[in-house]
């Protein structure tokens, strides 16, 4: 009897060495895989990964025949795949004691390759659907963002470009320069400063246009309402690059049609306003008003469609009452669309913003992040994502800075995220 | 006394209707003009000479084609085109493989550590890819991977897959159960389930998965013109830019002519699917 109710414990003690704890539950297969796997991944630790968690923290040691940074990739790769393999390793001590549990209540327990193939097939079943698409995501996404993180603590630039020269680790460095370097610090100092403006503007515009179109749009009494959906589609519809291209040649200040047609037209139609040609592309003032303007034209119809529907699902005696009560236009806006806008569209208004604040396609294409520049490789309307960017397409790359400053924008964007879903109750999932 | 006011009042209503209906249509007037007035532009001047001076709303001749023999003949259009349709058409058989896949199971199996690995969807989300740009260059080097398509498949596709995975769970979500339990009575197995009963009610919205996995690509420059750097590598939207990014030498009109071939199709595509994608959006917003 003792020796019983010790017996889960038993098992899961002897798989500290994978696949005993399974022989002794009597499953000889599945054992036998757990062992194999483990003699496998040891004799990739003594082989390469070892020398790879190594090379991981010495960056390499022999300048001209090393490459650091492919020494940081294959650590990099090393310690996710140690991190797996340690999750199964307790993955496999859970499974012993739970066996091990199941045959002391005196429950079945299969084993053989049919055992495993039945198993794989019911319970295994949703593991190997998600599957491919968590490969993905690690090799994908985990890999190349531990490399950011690592790089954002080396001296990855122009001076130290591996295989020539070795790439070590400098701490802090960068965040350091960033914060308290001057030259680095006024142009991370000025680009923050437009990428919060920016970000603001230009989301605040088309979240406004879009929930205000949307409103004046739904009026029972519109005719043509399917080609006006349609027209008004059509921002989203266009490759944004392609109409981002096309304002770049409409605000061109000597060919563009702002200057050449629509100011003229606009002096035509209003003759007292005197208005004249404006320095679009070279006055970084006027730059940043075309942006927040086109980025409010580029963003406004996914609100519109967004905020369409929801006002469609609205009860219309809602409207009714309010207007025997005697309410204005103005009142029912606010105490019942709004409300009922905020209720749905709320999280993605907030994404709308994380979304403009890395806009990378808008700010480059459309004048380079140019007129001018504010030092450190930035013109007057980069915004970090863009400076980045340029941080290492430059002649002097400076991989490690750019990756300081990525590591920067992602804790901004993933704290706001995380905020966002709390709020809305996205974790509470079942 | 209630007729009495409504009499004196009636006038003013209908003034204020007047006003109202009026302002209405001047609005959806007015921004009807702004959306269309830069789409028409582009779309006039690819038929304009080749050498135009101004990019300007303009519809006196004369009229040609030249521009588009111009692009197949004289620039490596006709190739970038193609790259960026086997880098879409990857993406997207693979992406939304992978995500329908996930999708389901999240939607229909309980399984240890299910909320856990959602959760991880949802952070990981949150990461912007494309600032890994720089180590997706060097692990680029490192598996030679510069230049090639399977290696900007993959961005494409990892980037891609938590968000998708996630919205595709919620499409899953909305088919009734009562169809898998009353097939899982008639013996029908796992797969069977998932691929004769739930995927065809679905399929609305893996379209619409395909479209925005296909678009993707199509859309990107920042990943493309940083991961391929050989003029025959490019993909679209990095060799249109290089027409108008030399300010002694703009070309616009081989810029417009090339711009709608691409906007086009994907523009016509959009809306053809708009009506599921439109449903979905308030679905999604909905569970929040």
């Given at each position: 009897?003792?020796?019983?109710?010790?017996?889960?414990?038993?098992?899961?003690?002897?798989?500290?060495?994978?696949?005993?704890?399974q022989?002794?539950?009597?499953?000889?297969?599945?054992?036998?895989?757990?062992?194999?796997?483990?003699?496998?991944?040891?004799?990739?630790?003594?082989?390469?990964g070892?020398?790879?968690?190594?090379?991981?923290?010495?960056?390499?040691?022999?300048?001209g025949?090393?490459?650091?940074?492919?020494?940081?990739?294959?650590?990099?790769?090393?310690l996710?795949?140690?991190?797996?393999?340690?999750?199964f390793?307790?993955?496999?001590?859970?499974?012993a004691?739970?066996?091990?549990?199941?045959?002391q209540?005196?429950?079945?327990?299969?084993?053989g390759?049919k055992?495993?193939?039945?198993?794989?097939?019911?319970?295994?079943?949703?593991?190997?659907?998600?599957?491919?698409?968590?490969?993905?995501?690690?090799?994908?996404?985990?890999?190349?963002?531990?490399?950011?993180l690592?790089?954002?603590?080396?001296?990855?630039n122009?001076?130290?470009?591996?295989p020539?020269?070795?790439?070590?680790?400098?701490?802090?460095?960068?965040f350091?320069?960033?914060?308290?370097?001057?030259?680095?610090?006024?142009?991370?100092?000025?680009?923050?400063?437009?990428t919060?403006?920016?970000?603001?503007?230009?989301?605040?515009?088309?979240?406004?246009?879009?929930?205000?179109?949307?409103?004046?749009?739904?009026?029972?009494f519109?005719?043509?309402?399917?080609?006006?959906g349609?027209?008004?589609?059509?921002?989203w519809?266009?490759?944004?690059?392609?109409?981002?291209?096309?304002?770049s040649?409409?605000?061109?200040?000597?060919?563009?049609?702002i200057?050449?047609q629509?100011?003229?037209?606009?002096?035509?139609?209003?003759?007292?306003?005197?208005?004249?040609?404006?320095?679009?592309?070279?006055n970084?003032?006027?730059?940043?008003?075309?942006?927040?303007?086109?980025?409010?034209?580029l963003?406004?119809?996914?609100i519109?469609?967004?905020?369409?529907?929801?006002?469609?699902?609205i009860?219309?005696?809602?409207?009714?009452?309010?207007?025997?009560?005697?309410a204005?236009?103005?009142?029912?806006?606010?105490?019942i669309?709004?409300?009922?806008?905020?209720?749905v569209?709320?999280?993605?208004?907030?994404?709308?913003?994380?979304?403009n604040?890395?806009?990378?396609?808008?700010?480059?294409?459309?004048?380079?992040?140019?007129?001018?520049?504010?030092?450190?490789g930035?013109?007057?309307?980069?915004?970090?994502?863009?400076?980045?960017?340029?941080?290492?397409?430059?002649?002097?790359p400076?991989?490690?800075?750019?990756s300081?400053?990525?590591?920067?924008?992602?804790?901004?964007?993933?704290?706001v995220?995380l905020?966002?879903?709390?709020?809305?109750?996205?974790?509470?999932?079942? | 006394?209630?007729?009495?006011?409504?009499?004196?009042?009636?006038s003013?209503?209908?003034?204020?209707?007047?006003?109202?209906?009026?302002?209405?249509?001047?609005?959806?007037?007015?921004?009807?003009?702004?959306?269309l007035?830069?789409?028409?532009?582009?779309?006039?001047?690819?038929?304009?000479?080749?050498?135009?001076?101004?990019?300007t709303?303009?519809?006196?001749?004369?009229?040609s084609?030249?521009?588009?023999?111009?692009?197949?003949?004289?620039?490596?259009?006709?190739?970038?085109?193609?790259n960026?349709?086997?880098?879409?058409?990857?993406?997207m058989?693979?992406?939304?493989?992978?995500?329908?896949?996930?999708?389901?199971?999240?939607?229909?199996?309980?399984?240890?550590?299910?909320?856990?690995?959602?959760?991880?969807?949802l952070?990981?989300?949150?990461?912007?890819?494309?600032?890994?740009?720089?180590?997706?260059?060097?692990?680029?080097?490192?598996?030679?991977?510069?230049?090639s398509?399977?290696?900007?498949?993959l961005?494409?596709?990892?980037?891609?897959?938590?968000?998708?995975?996630?919205?595709?769970?919620?499409?899953?979500d909305?088919?009734?159960?009562?169809?898998?339990?009353?097939?899982?009575?008639?013996?029908a197995?796992?797969?069977?389930?998932?691929?004769?009963?739930?995927?065809?009610?679905?399929?609305p919205?893996?379209a619409v998965?395909?479209?925005?996995?296909?678009?993707?690509?199509?859309?990107?420059?920042?990943?493309?013109?940083?991961?391929?750097?050989?003029?025959?590598?490019w993909t679209?939207?990095?060799?249109?830019?290089?027409?108008?990014?030399?300010?002694?030498?703009?070309?616009?009109?081989?810029?417009?002519a090339?711009?709608?071939?691409?906007?086009?199709?994907?523009?016509?595509?959009?809306?053809?699917?708009?009506?599921?994608?439109v449903?979905?959006?308030?679905?999604?917003?909905?569970?929040?």
């Amino acid at each position: 009897m003792k020796e019983n109710k010790q017996s889960p414990r038993t098992s899961a003690l002897l798989s500290i060495i994978p696949g005993l704890g399974q022989f002794k539950n009597g499953q000889k297969v599945k054992g036998g895989i757990f062992l194999g796997l483990f003699i496998l991944f040891v004799i990739e630790m003594v082989f390469f990964g070892g020398n790879a968690l190594v090379g991981l923290v010495t960056l390499g040691t022999n300048p001209g025949v090393d490459n650091s940074m492919f020494l940081m990739v294959q650590g990099t790769l090393q310690l996710l795949v140690t991190i797996i393999a340690l999750f199964f390793y307790g993955v496999q001590i859970r499974d012993a004691y739970q066996t091990a549990v199941r045959i002391q209540k005196g429950k079945e327990v299969e084993d053989g390759w049919k055992g495993i193939r039945d198993s794989l097939a019911t319970n295994g079943f949703p593991y190997m659907l998600t599957f491919p698409a968590y490969a993905l995501m690690i090799f994908v996404i985990i890999l190349p963002v531990l490399v950011t993180l690592f790089m954002a603590f080396t001296n990855y630039n122009f001076n130290h470009v591996p295989p020539q020269s070795l790439i070590s680790w400098i701490g802090i460095q960068n965040f350091h320069d960033m914060f308290f370097l001057s030259s680095y610090r006024a142009t991370f100092l000025s680009v923050f400063g437009w990428t919060l403006i920016w970000t603001f503007a230009a989301t605040t515009l088309q979240i406004t246009l879009g929930v205000f179109t949307a409103v004046v749009a739904n009026q029972s009494f519109i005719k043509g309402k399917r080609l006006f959906g349609i027209i008004f589609l059509l921002p989203w519809a266009v490759p944004a690059f392609v109409t981002i291209m096309s304002f770049s040649n409409i605000f061109n200040d000597s060919a563009g049609a702002i200057n050449v047609q629509v100011i003229p037209f606009l002096n035509h139609l209003l003759p007292f306003l005197h208005l004249h040609g404006l320095p679009w592309m070279t006055n970084p003032l006027w730059t940043k008003v075309a942006l927040i303007m086109i980025q409010g034209w580029l963003g406004f119809p996914y609100i519109y469609v967004l905020v369409t529907g929801i006002l469609q699902s609205i009860d219309q005696n809602l409207y009714e009452a309010a207007t025997i009560d005697g309410a204005t236009a103005i009142q029912k806006f606010n105490h019942i669309t709004l409300p009922a806008i905020l209720a749905v569209a709320a999280p993605t208004f907030v994404t709308q913003y994380t979304f403009n604040f890395n806009n990378f396609t808008i700010i480059y294409l459309f004048n380079n992040g140019g007129p001018g520049d504010v030092g450190g490789g930035a013109g007057r309307s980069d915004i970090l994502i863009s400076w980045i960017y340029k941080l290492t397409t430059s002649n002097t790359p400076q991989y490690g800075l750019a990756s300081a400053i990525t590591l920067l924008i992602s804790a901004i964007v993933i704290g706001v995220s995380l905020v966002v879903f709390k709020k809305t109750h996205a974790f509470n999932m079942d | 006394m209630a007729e009495k006011i409504k009499k004196t009042t009636t006038s003013s209503i209908k003034r204020k209707r007047f006003f109202q209906h009026f302002f209405t249509y001047l609005y959806m007037i007015i921004l009807s003009i702004i959306i269309l007035y830069p789409l028409a532009i582009t779309f006039i001047s690819a038929f304009k000479n080749a050498n135009l001076q101004a990019f300007t709303l303009n519809f006196s001749g004369p009229w040609s084609l030249d521009n588009f023999k111009q692009l197949f003949s004289t620039t490596l259009y006709g190739t970038w085109y193609m790259n960026t349709l086997i880098i879409s058409v990857m993406t997207m058989i693979v992406q939304v493989a992978a995500v329908t896949l996930a999708g389901y199971a999240y939607s229909r199996y309980n399984f240890a550590g299910k909320k856990w690995s959602l959760i991880f969807f949802l952070v990981v989300q949150m990461i912007p890819t494309m600032a890994a740009l720089t180590a997706f260059f060097v692990l680029g080097l490192l598996v030679h991977g510069l230049n090639s398509f399977w290696y900007i498949t993959l961005v494409y596709i990892g980037g891609g897959i938590p968000m998708n995975a996630y919205l595709m769970k919620g499409y899953f979500d909305t088919v009734p159960y009562d169809f898998d339990e009353s097939a899982k009575l008639d013996g029908a197995g796992n797969f069977t389930i998932f691929w004769k009963i739930v995927f065809p009610l679905v399929k609305p919205m893996v379209a619409v998965q395909a479209l925005w996995a296909f678009m993707g690509p199509f859309g990107d420059y920042m990943t493309a013109s940083y991961l391929l750097r050989a003029q025959s590598k490019w993909t679209v939207a990095v060799g249109l830019q290089s027409f108008i990014s030399d300010a002694q030498n703009q070309q616009f009109a081989l810029f417009a002519a090339g711009a709608i071939l691409v906007a086009l199709p994907i523009c016509l595509l959009f809306l053809y699917l708009q009506r599921y994608f439109v449903s979905g959006l308030t679905a999604g917003g909905a569970k929040g």
